[in-house]
Nanobody, 124 residues
Framework: QVQLVESGGGLVQAGGSLRLSCAAS????????MGWFRQAPGKEREFVAA???????????DFADSVKGRFTAFRDNAKNTVYLQLNRLNPEDTAIYYC??????????????WGQGTQVTVSS
């Protein structure tokens, strides 16, 4: 069993930054790929980013206003924590952001565990 607790969301002006954190319980964190997803009001949950078990490989969704280059996923296995750095935020980034744990080191398949989410609101 893995429990995930996100933090770091909040209200920020367009162009600002936030760093989301996801603290994981359990002893399997360092063997799992971790992902970040988001769900905007009235929309489906969508993939944002994922990072492999060692943190050496990450990949990002291709939104119209590219996530890659603005968002960075990284992890600290010694702290059982994964992060998502959000830069140059715009109002379209407003959503609940969810952390997820895969049942694989490289992030294949669908996530096995989900956090409760943290709200990010970007004002124009």
């Amino acid at each position: 069993q893995v429990q995930l607790v996100e933090s770091g969301g909040g209200l920020v002006q367009a162009g600002g930054s936030l760093r989301l954190s996801c603290a994981a319980s359990g002893r399997t964190f360092s063997s799992r790929a971790m992902g970040w997803f988001r769900q905007a009001p009235g929309k489906e949950r969508e993939f944002v980013a994922a990072i492999n078990w060692a943190g050496g490989s990450s990949y990002y969704a291709d939104f119209a206003d590219s996530v890659k280059g603005r968002f960075t996923a990284f992890r600290d296995n010694a702290k059982n924590t994964v992060y998502l750095q959000l830069n140059r935020l715009n109002p379209e980034d407003t959503a609940i952001y969810y952390c997820a744990a895969y049942n694989s080191p490289q992030g294949t398949g669908v996530p096995e565990y989900w956090g409760q989410g943290t709200q990010v609101t970007v004002s124009s």
